[in-house]
């Protein structure tokens, strides 16, 4: 047991290639993979400003932000089970069967509107654990589970909603989600009380890192994410309090993007999340309790479409036989896959719900200005969420060979 | 080398899967300072042995004493609640996540502020005592925060030692940690398993090679087919013996010398 013997050995003899790889590799591999679907939006709003110059009016801009609420909310959840790995085929059918068990609870049953929303989201949580318990304790794929899911939850919204069909939303407290609108004192004291939260964690967190002794950051890389920030958010209260004010439903949105973003990457449970996307085996050995995880996911999936379909139903003013239908799953799934989070489990953020529902708003809302089919729509968004999970695959190709031996 | 109670005494552990004896009255000890070698040829029990003591498999009989006390091991987390770590061959690490977040997965050091459940990690802690940690080990990496997938094969192996001193144990197991490794690296995680010991640790080494064996242990550890076939004091041990244990030629006079070869 001699200490003194033992030569110090050089170590890294291979050191990881430098990851100054060239910023056109890096854009397309993944590194700088969010700057990606700026850019894609950018060129997306610039066609369609470039094909109708109503685009990117105020009061458009308002009207896409509120249309990318719901499936914003409901992409959220989505982010979650992707992180995990998984899918969650039901999350559009959930959000309508909540949507529908808020409004036969307010409207038929006159419960306060506060009981019926939380009684909605509840069917959603209860849901999203049922099936995450069914994934994990036998082992189904979570593809088939919520495949089942999907069907027996429409079939519930069909008997839940009765012989009419459908519910119309009358409470002003249902009805003022999606169609309350903040002044613009209002709007600005929001806003700029986003900037101060933002700019202040990011520079408590700095200092933090400086008082522990890690002071080898600089301090330009935050002050550059604080400035970014800022522009965005003054860009868009300049945009909406140009038309009619902020509206309550996109800071609903903004709130839980934030909100699960911050647990995504920020908490314990977060890290956990990611560690089972990762490699599920590591996380069990490092005593994660992975199915666990795996349920509250599930729960959280559940949860989110919930909310995401009140605020539809609130949007439309009622709850009917195609709420959650129609393309709303695969939208809300697209989504953040489109905007980078990876089908493989592991990576991603939940800033893609937005960023993705932003893209998809945008080439919905841009086609309706132009008056074009629902074909058109369709097969252009097909072909966007196409090259994005190509562009996925590459990049975890190009990881897998890089990474291992 | 310390005689009194052993970190970790198992007595008569088995373990059968189906038809297979992979563990027969297996008796097993490990003192603190001490590397313990454990050799043999595949299928000798090894793997089982180690997954029985890190508490992934429940012994079908047999009794564990933890520093003279008998417990019992029920999963994972209780093994490490009594101060086990264990470094698995195939490494256990996630790729997609940064060198700390890996070194302290599962037990994520929290900030204060906010209620249990939102607690946020507290990062720079975190790396704080990553960097110490790995710079007390001479460990070399890049970045903290490059993601362990990026890394080579030896300083991944590096890292998920590491990670297994963080709970403060009281013995290690480290199941072929130099297996697919290169001569630097080899020795690099040659003189980490030194370090170990040298911090008191009960340490167990599985491994095919025996050069690496004869190079870092104190005492060798032989299965054979599910039981326990000789035991050598590593200092006064000639390999060919050795050999012949893992082989089940003991009686059979060997000629050739070359230990690392006769493992295979």
């Known amino acids: 047991m001699s200490t003194a013997t033992e030569p110090a050995v050089p170590a890294t003899p291979g050191r990881a290639p430098a990851p100054r790889a060239g910023v056109v590799r890096r854009f397309i591999e993944g590194d700088l993979a969010s700057l990606r679907v700026f850019v894609v939006l950018g060129l997306i709003w610039a066609v369609f400003q470039f094909e109708n110059n109503h685009f990117l009016t105020a009061e458009n801009l308002t009207n896409l932000f509120l249309q990318i609420t719901a499936v914003g909310l409901i992409s959220v959840g989505v982010v979650y089970v992707l992180l995990l790995g998984e899918i969650d085929l039901s999350v559009g059918a959930i959000s309508g069967l909540a949507a529908a068990a808020t409004a036969v609870l307010n409207v038929k049953h006159g419960w ?21 318990f069914l994934f994990t304790r036998f082992g189904i794929p979570s593809f088939v589970v919520t495949l089942a899911g999907l069907l027996t939850w429409q079939g519930a919204l069909l008997k839940v909603l009765g012989s009419t069909g459908t519910v119309n939303l009358t409470d002003p407290k249902v009805t003022g989600l999606a169609n309350t609108f903040y002044s613009s004192t209002v709007s600005w004291i929001i806003g700029l009380g986003v900037i101060a939260i933002y700019a202040g964690g990011t520079l408590w967190a700095w200092r933090r890192r400086v008082s522990t002794g890690l002071a080898d950051q600089d301090l330009r890389g935050p002050l550059t994410r604080v400035v970014l920030v800022s522009v965005a958010t003054i860009g868009a209260i300049l945009v909406v309090t140009a038309d009619r004010g902020l509206p309550l439903a996109v800071l609903i949105l903004l ?56 605020l539809a139903s609130s949007r439309l003013l009622a709850v009917n036989q195609n709420s959650g239908g129609s393309d709303l799953l695969l939208l809300a799934i697209a989504g953040p896959v489109i905007a980078g989070t990876s089908l493989f489990g592991g990576r991603g953020s939940v800033w893609t719900a937005l960023l993705g529902a932003l893209v998809i708003g945008s080439i919905s809302n841009g086609m309706d200005l132009l008056a074009l089919d629902s074909s058109v729509k369709y097969m252009v968004t097909g072909g966007v969420l196409l090259v994005a999970v190509i562009v996925d695959a590459l990049a975890r190709r190009q990881r897998q060979a890089a990474g291992r031996l | 080398m310390s005689t009194e109670t052993p970190v970790l005494a198992l007595k008569g552990v088995s373990k059968r899967f189906g038809a297979v004896q992979a563990l027969d009255n297996v008796d097993f000890e490990v003192a603190a300072g001490e590397v313990v070698g454990l050799v043999g040829d595949n299928g000798a029990g090894k793997s089982t042995l180690v997954k029985t003591i890190a508490g992934i498999y429940s012994p079908d009989a047999g009794e564990f004493y933890f520093e003279g006390k008998p417990v019992s091991i029920d999963g994972a987390n209780a093994a490490t609640a009594l101060g086990i770590a264990t470094v698995y061959q195939d490494l256990a690490l996630c790729d997609n996540l940064d060198v700390v977040a890996n070194l302290f997965l599962g037990r994520e050091k929290l900030a204060g502020g906010l209620g249990t459940a939102a607690r946020q990690l507290d990062e720079a802690d975190m790396e704080r005592s990553s960097a110490d940690l790995l710079s007390n080990l001479a460990v070399s990496i890049p970045s903290l925060r490059s993601e362990v997938g990026t890394l080579s094969g030896g300083q991944r192996q590096q890292v998920a030692v590491a990670r297994s001193l963080l709970g403060e144990p009281k013995m290690v197991l480290l199941d072929e940690p130099t297996a697919a490794l290169g001569v630097a690296q080899t020795a690099q995680v040659l003189a980490l398993i030194k370090r170990l010991r040298d911090r008191g640790l009960g340490v167990v080494v599985i491994s095919h090679n025996l050069s690496d064996v004869f190079e870092v242990t104190d005492r060798i550890f032989v299965l054979r087919l599910g039981r326990r076939e000789a035991t050598f004091e590593t200092a006064s041990a000639k390999s060919d013996d050795v050999v012949a244990a893992i082989t089940g030629a003991r009686d059979r006079p060997t000629t050739n010398g070359n230990a690392g070869g006769g493992a295979r």
């Open chain 1, 255 to 310: 709130a839980f993007v934030a909100g699960m973003e911050y647990v995504a990457t920020r908490t314990r449970f977060g890290r956990h999340v990611f560690a089972v996307g990762g490699n599920a085996e590591a996380a069990r050995r490092a005593g994660i309790h992975i199915n666990g995880v795996r349920v509250a996911v599930f729960g959280i999936a559940g949860s989110m479409a919930a909310i995401g379909g009140i």
């Open chain 1, 112 to 132: 306060s509107p506060y009981s019926a929303i939380f009684a909605g989201i509840l069917v959603g949580l209860v849901i999203g654990v049922v099936q995450g």
